[in-house]
């Protein structure tokens, strides 16, 4: 991250209706007007739902500079879960690493030439200070070059769907202020992708490496504290509790600074019981190396809107009932036919002063029949569930209704050989009795 603040010394059987998440009422949504963002791009979501409550040029392809380390923090955590690597595993600093981590107009904690340090050491100034020199050692660890791991940073984003996106260094700067270390994109390329994409990668590294957050959420740690080589580390996220800028609740995830990109953050925080992720791309209200507020002013307007307006309701238990088509049939068992209920609860995302929630549902079953026997909790279709008269933001995948599983209520063992028999006969009867029908018909037309 080309650190501007630095500079001056401040510093989310029917493939018709294939869909997953809801969407709300906009005459009751509107009742509170959205803000006006200043910024080119920016995009807040509910996290656990990927429901976007706001939206603006979420999928405009710009810079997005240091929060490119969110996507070295997941192929990271990925590589520990992994067994591949450990915290404790020695990292030697390349010349490549040493060089970047010595300017000291970039954020960087100093490094040295050849010596061994810890991947936690590395890791915690890459998060925390968002240390360039650092990120390129842990990458060159990962990988075996910065060329390498840009390859599995660009494969991961197409593995977790990130859509539009452009990965040159693992550290998020302008090419040319790699001190000749470049080696993948031209000598002015840099890193991009969308507000959507960027709430994507937020989303994946909460769900899946959650631990994130505790370093995500750390002020202030002092860097190879007790050596010549001590540096006390502040995190840039100045929303953090405790900075600058301190706001409740708030516990992640990374800043991100160049020319090109601007001033980027993406945040996330917990009120209420709900988290909402929020990113903010080339927030306005500054010129090159003048410190504003702006990434964290037009942050905090989205983190109050969404808190203001907005509530995770459980809207469908486990279990439940339903309606239409209530029943599946099942051949060749002791029992014609077998209910059907929801496999998980719902939780939508309704306003917050709004009226109990109206639902749409629509059910769409695999096959028509079951052939017994059928065993409980037998997955059998889905159903489409979303609130009347929604919204057109929808949710961070791009659908617009929560697609649930449908199971089956009960057993159905098979009917025993003298059922079946019968089963048969009866069968056969009514087929002739149809045929004959059908027969007599003919002689009159």
């Not at 920016?42 to 500079?65: H, N, P, Q």
């Not at 840009?150 to 090419?175: I, S, W």
């Amino acid at each position: 991250m080309k650190n501007i603040i630095k500079k001056t010394g401040i510093a989310i059987m029917a493939a018709s209706l294939a869909v997953s998440g809801f969407l709300v009422s906009p005459n009751i949504a509107q009742a509170a007007e959205a803000p006006t963002v200043n910024a080119n791009a920016a995009i807040a979501i509910e996290e656990s739902t990927g429901k976007i409550l706001y939206s603006k040029d979420a999928d405009k392809l710009m810079g997005i500079a240091s929060m490119t380390k969110m996507m070295d923090e997941y192929l990271l955590l990925e590589a520990i879960n992994d067994g591949k690597l450990k915290w404790d595993d020695k990292v030697t600093i390349s010349e490549y690493a040493y060089k970047v981590s010595q300017d000291t107009s970039l954020s960087n904690v100093p490094l040295r030439l050849g010596e061994e340090y810890t991947v936690q050491e590395l890791y915690e100034a890459m998060a925390i200070y968002s240390a360039n020199g650092a990120a390129i050692a842990i990458s060159e660890k990962i990988a075996g070059s910065e060329k390498e791991f840009v390859a599995m940073m660009n494969k991961k984003a197409e593995e977790l769907k990130l859509g539009e996106h452009q990965f040159v260094n693992a550290t998020g700067l302008n090419n040319e202020d790699l001190k000749g270390g470049q080696q993948v994109g031209g000598p002015k390329d840099e890193n991009k992708m969308t507000a959507r994409g960027m709430a994507k990668l937020a989303k994946h590294l909460i769900d899946d490496y959650p631990e994130v957050l505790k370093t995500a959420s750390t002020t202030k740690k002092e860097f190879r504290k007790g050596t010549s080589d001590q540096i006390d580390m502040t995190n840039w996220n100045w929303l953090l509790p405790g900075l600058i800028y301190g706001r409740k609740g708030v516990d992640g995830l990374k800043t991100g600074t160049t020319d090109y990109a601007g001033m980027c953050l993406t945040a996330t925080a917990v009120q209420d019981g709900m988290r909402v992720i929020t990113v903010v791309l080339h927030a306005n209200g500054g010129g090159e190396g003048e410190h504003t507020s702006a990434r964290f002013d037009e942050t905090n307007k989205m983190l109050d809107y969404s808190f203001n307006n907005f509530k995770v309701k459980e809207v469908q238990k486990a279990g439940a009932k339903v309606k239409d088509p209530s029943t599946i049939a099942v051949d060749k068992g002791k029992e014609d036919t077998v209910g059907l209920v929801t496999k998980d609860e719902v939780k939508l995302v309704v306003p917050k002063n709004g009226n109990e929630p109206k639902l749409t549902t629509k059910v769409t079953l695999k096959d028509k029949t079951l052939e017994a026997p059928v065993k409980k909790n037998t997955e059998v279709g889905e159903m489409a569930v979303s609130l009347k008269d929604g919204d057109n933001l929808g949710y961070l995948d791009g659908s617009q209704t929560e697609d649930i599983k449908v199971v089956t209520a009960s057993d159905v063992e098979k009917a025993n050989w003298f059922a079946l028999s019968a089963q048969a006969v009866g069968s056969f009867f009514t087929g002739v009795g149809s045929y004959v029908a059908d027969g007599v018909q003919g002689w009159f037309n």
